[in-house]
Structures are given as structure tokens and as C-alpha cells.
């Protein structure tokens, strides 16, 4: 049933290019310039004129939310929030019915991810699920949902359900930009294109797997990992300090870039692995910068960079090279050497990679 892998991790890492198609399907037609997505549609004026959206999510679903922040304020211009389920149900927060409240969950059955969803029901907002387990509580709980089409996911660490959120988040942003007219149909037309090309490049960007194992023997021993990201890359920074943390037992920290001078900077030194997600976009002077600046401090950089960069391999000890995208959709190329990086460290300690201690593949207490 692992279909020849030695872990389901591992297999679910590989089955990506196929579950982000699978996510996509039926949904998105670049050539016409057409997305479908019927909940949304149905939904067309909740969405054309919503006030704020606010995002519920724990975990990796939670990173997930954060790309989609930004992806949704970029496109279609509509403020977003991204709150932990927990602290959100627990603090009195303010809730208005032009709202709407969008759930993020892989197994549909998070205790606090569902009572956040009910008490924002209870205050009149829309509640909409991206949920990958079919009839779960969480999807029979929403108004309307989109599924993420991953395929069933076994190993506790979430890799698959990711990028399937990312991939149906980035839709959803789309399609509201769309609705609203605050994206050139020109600009809406490439970023689609850009999207169908996301599988292949997935695939690509899991060819790295034995360089990736090579970097993992070198690190196998670190007690602490710092990863840096800016941009869309920020919460890809955290979701691989989480997939290092959760199945490896290595303390890890995942920061923003810039935010690193302001405290973090100091622990870094010569034994400091420090993963830098420093792709070509908007950000990418800046984060040659922090690059820089870890260096000066000795710390030992391992860098994911887009395919062709020249100025950080001259800057970093280690070098993963991943193909280029659009940079909002980034996230769903680079977090794959970070979950591969995980999980052969992971393997290496002799950890248990697919039930990890303390931890349980849904979290239905509270
Ligand atoms: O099923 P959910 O998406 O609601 O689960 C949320 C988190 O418990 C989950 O993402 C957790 O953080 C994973 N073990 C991360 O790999």
C-alpha cells in the first residue's frame, strides 16, 4: 500500500505532481481563461463583496492560510487575516456578516478548527471549508467548500494536503479577482498558465531527492535549524522548520528574513544550519542581504534558489536549484526540497517518520 516506498511520507511527497493536477481538475482551463469553481459561484456576491476574510486553520493548514493571505489580498484586493482556530475561538473576536470565514483542514475533523467555525457561524459570517476528507465534520459543518482532491494522506507530517491547499486557495483567489476585476485578464491569463505548468515542475523539483539525502547526511546531528523566507516564501519558511521539527526532533525555528536582525540573529554561528528560501521575485535583493548577513556570522547556509541564480551559490555552502514560477505560486515548488530535507534527516536519526511521537494525524481534542 506504500506503492514501493519505504515510508508514506516519502510516497505522498512523490505523488504531488499528480494530486496538485488532481486539485486542479475541471477547475481551471488557462487557455479560455476559465476557472470553475461552482461554490464560489454560487456564492459570487458573498465574495465580490466581502469585507474581510478571516482564515481558520491550525498547523501546516495554517501555513497554507498564510500563502493564501497573500495571495488573496495581492489579487483580489480583500483584506485577510489568518488566526490560529484555537486562539480564535477562545478570544472574543469580532465577527460581521460581510465576512466570510474560510476553514482550512486536511482531515475536516480539528477540534479547534471546527469550534472556530461554529462560533463564526454563530455570529451571522459565511463559513466556507477547504477540507481534503469528503463528509468530514468540518465540511458538513461549512455553507460551502471546495475539496482539495489530495487523495487519502497517512503519514502524520502533511506534505500532499499542502500543496493541494495552496493549489485550491490559489483558484479561489483567482476566481474572486476575477469576479471583482482587480487583476488585467492578461496578468489573470499567465498566472493561470503558470499554474498548469506547476505539476512538471513539481516533478522537477523532486528530482532533487538524492542531492537533497547528500545535504541531509551533513546536517543529520544539527539540534537546531533555522529557516528564512520573505514574501510568499515566508510561510514556506515555517511549514519546513515545522516538517523538521515534527518528525525529526530537531528544534527549529522558521522567521521571516528581515525579522531575523531583530533577535534571532543572535543565535546564529558556526553550527547554525540555516535553510534559506531565496528565490527570484520581488524580494529576492532583500534576501541576498540576509544571506549576507549570516554568512558574516558564520552560519552554515543552505539556500533554495531559482534554477540559473549566480549570486547566492557564491554566498551559500549549499545550493538546492528549483525551477521558476510566478512567485505566488513558489510556495508550491519550494516547500518540496523541504520536505525531502525533512525526511531524510528524519529517516537518517532512526525517527519514526510516519507516526511520530506525541503527535496524531488529527487533532480532535482540543
Ligand atoms: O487536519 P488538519 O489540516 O486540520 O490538521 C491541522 C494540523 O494538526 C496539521 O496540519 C499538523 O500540524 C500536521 N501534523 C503538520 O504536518
Not at 511520507?9 to 487557455?31: P, T, Y
Not at 477547504?130 to 458538513?140: F, H, T
Not at 519558511?237 to 521539527?245: I, S
Request: glycine content about 6%; aromatic content about 6%; proline content about 4%.
Amino acid at each position: 500500500e506504500k506503492g514501493g516506498y519505504p515510508h508514506f511520507m516519502l510516497k505522498e511527497i512523490f505523488e504531488q505532481s499528480r494530486s496538485i493536477m488532481d486539485s486542479m481538475r475541471g477547475r481551471l482551463v488557462a487557455e479560455n481563461t476559465q476557472l470553475t469553481m461552482s461554490s464560489i459561484r454560487e456564492y459570487a456576491t458573498r465574495f465580490k463583496n466581502a469585507d474581510r476574510i478571516i482564515i481558520v486553520a491550525c498547523g501546516t493548514s495554517w501555513h497554507a492560510g498564510l500563502v493564501a493571505e497573500y495571495m488573496i489580498e495581492e489579487f483580489a484586493r480583500i483584506p485577510v487575516e489568518v488566526e490560529y482556530a484555537s486562539e480564535f475561538r477562545y478570544r472574543n473576536p469580532v465577527i460581521r456578516e460581510g465576512d466570510i470565514v474560510v476553514a482550512i483542514s486536511q482531515s475536516g475533523e480539528t477540534a479547534d478548527t471546527l469550534a472556530a467555525l461554529e462560533l463564526a457561524k454563530s455570529k451571522g459570517a459565511m463559513i466556507f471549508g477547504v477540507c481534503n476528507v469528503v463528509g468530514s465534520s468540518i465540511a458538513r459543518a461549512t455553507d460551502a467548500g471546495a475539496y482539495t482532491h489530495a487523495g487519502p494522506e497517512i503519514g502524520v507530517a502533511s506534505t500532499k494536503a499542502f500543496t493541494a491547499q495552496v493549489t485550491v486557495l490559489s483558484l479561489i483567489a483567482m476566481m474572486i479577482a476575477e469576479m471583482r476585476g482587480t487583476m488585467e485578464l492578461t496578468a489573470l491569463r499567465s498566472l493561470m498558465l503558470e499554474m498548469e505548468k506547476i505539476p512538471a515542475k513539481v516533478e522537477q523539483a523532486l528530482q532533487l531527492d538524492k542531492e537533497i539525502q547528500a545535504i541531509s547526511e551533513i546536517f543529520k546531528d544539527a539540534t537546531n535549524f533555522i529557516y528564512l523566507g520573505r514574501g510568499f516564501n515566508f510561510p514556506v519558511a515555517l511549514e519546513g522548520a515545522l516538517k523538521l521539527k515534527e518528525i525529526s526532533y530537531i528544534h527549529a525555528e522558521g522567521y521571516p528574513a528581515a525579522e531575523m536582525k531583530h533577535g534571532p540573529i543572535a543565535l546564529i554561528d558556526e553550527n547554525m544550519p540555516v535553510v534559506v528560501i531565496a528565490t527570484k521575485d520581488s524580494s529576492y535583493e532583500k534576501i541576498v542581504s540576509n544571506v549576507q548577513e549570516v554568512r558574516a556570522r558564520k552560519g552554515r547556509v543552505i539556500a533554495v534558489v531559482t534554477e540559473g541564480d549566480t549570486v547566492i551559490p557564491q554566498m551559500a555552502e549549499f545550493v538546492i536549484e528549483v525551477p521558476n514560477t510566478h512567485e505566488a505560486l513558489m510556495p508550491l515548488i519550494s516547500v518540496i526540497p523541504l520536505q525531502l530535507l525533512s525526511y531524510h534527516i528524519a529517516v537518517l536519526r532512526g525517527c519514526n517518520v510516519d507516526q511520530p511521537r506525541n503527535l496524531a494525524k488529527s487533532v480532535t481534542v482540543e
